[in-house]
């Protein structure tokens, strides 16, 4: 399927044909039947403990939470938190969540108490799940906020909080486990707010994303094209957290295709390896520092990854030559790159067999549309012209919770403007260059990071690099780099300032020098954090 071009410079990613999600009375209802009628297919595998889960055990057991979330007084449209790793009882709370008809907010497990705090201001839930490493800082939360009614425990507790359920014995107690099958309420689609994910906070404090009944059922439908790939029965590995959205949507967009998703709950060099070998990964759900690591770190060699067939990536810029690498290295047939926001729900762009060019974020997936404008005239770009990367179609949020000022500079007319800059070439195929907010301005060229940290990656010494702006009297910004060296090599910083100056265009030179790290900062989905850098260049040189 190709892409076609409408008056005005809008490409469509054609008509979405099949309807299956849609016509369910809710996302809860169509998670239900899918795992009913897959039986005792293995549907989720720990990857730590090897314990495999059934599509029937999922089943029975989001029944019986369904039915304990009732009891507790939770109804429809009310709100649920869910802090926690990636592990089955995360699946089980937010698929019970949707069965009652409830919000679910997923909270990242790495938030300090200020975030946490912040986060459920914005989502207001009425009962929260919490593992065991993220309890005391949910109960602390809890205790300053009226509108949490009670917490439910994972394993672990707290004394900061009075109202605190064990899952497992709530899961265990005879009353509820009565019934064998649940019945969701009918959804209003258009309006019922199913999931809260919040935003990365790559470039300020996390948005609430709110998505809607219908932004996530249309989103399966398309997932289910002929076109789209297939996971029907496939063995997929995933690190990638569940509380975020590419995590999330790829966690229920598996679990209704019967695919088997092997989890980890965090990324552990050999473990992660040591799953791909054991358990025969075909496809593995990727971030790019995820893609570096295969690309780059010795001990990869060491397992038989033969299995993997397909990584697809996204969620930050993927370089072509880390693709390059890892085709070279490991021999994987097939690398999709994708690109996504929170606020599209899954992934709007993403590669196939037939538009895959290296360095390329793929094609419009169906029932997307695309304009590319000049972020200051708003004048619509054509092909091979560099401007804001703008999208409408049935996955795009419905708004960010209680903002309606960043909502309607968000979407206009529809349109999710995504302040990223990128362009299409004459096939419709996309390419990103970075974010409006992170390019850096060089005498008035406009040079982004991703560019030179791609350059920088292709260095043998080099583990891995983050390019930032330093303010500058006379130029405006002068890219600076932060390496992290591979070990045991020397290399000093007018080698890297030579490398660069050999291999990219005059603009890009480092002129702001470069810094030597232990570690580039980076969130549980892969994208760099410029701030933390920015910071670290505004303090004394000794501290760094
Ligand atoms: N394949 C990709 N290549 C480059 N960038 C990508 C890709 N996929 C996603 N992104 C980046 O991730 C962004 C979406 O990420 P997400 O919704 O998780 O939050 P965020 O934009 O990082 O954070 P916030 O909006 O809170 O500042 C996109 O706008 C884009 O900048
Ligand atoms: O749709 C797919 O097949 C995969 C390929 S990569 C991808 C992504 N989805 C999201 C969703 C949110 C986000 O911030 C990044 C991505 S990449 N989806
Ligand atoms: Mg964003």
Redesign the pocket.
Known sequence: MTSTLLPGNIVYGGPVTEREAQDYRSLGQYILDKYKSFGEQSVLVDAVNGVEYSASFMHKSIVRLAYILQKLGVKQNDVIGLSSENSVNFALAMFAGFAVGATVAPLNVTYSDREVDHAINLSKPKIIFASKITIDRVAKAASKNKFVKGIISFGGSSKKFKNIYALNELMDNDKFKTQPDFLSPVANKEQDVTLIVC??GTTGLPKGVQLTQMNLLATLDS?IQPT??PMEEVTLLTVIPWF???GC??LI?TACRGARLVYLPKFEENLFLAAIEKYRVMMA?MVPPLMVFLAKHPIVDKYDLSSLMVL????APLSRETEDQIKERIGVPFI???????E????VL?QNDEFCKPGSVGVL?VGIYAKVIDPDTGKLLGAKERGELCFKGDGIMKGYIGDTNSTQTAIKDGWLHTGDIGYYDEEFEFFIVDRIKELIKYKGYQVPPAEIEALLLTNEKIKDAAVIGKPDEEAGELPLAFVVKQANVQLTENEVIQFVNDNASPAKRLRGGVIFVDEIPKNP?GKILRRILRDMLKKPKSKL
């Open positions: 935003s990365s997932q789209q790939i975020h959205a590419f949507l790829t967009t759900f697809l990536c996204g969620a999709r790159q994708g690109y996504g926001l929170s599209s729900t899954l992934s993403v997936k989905s």
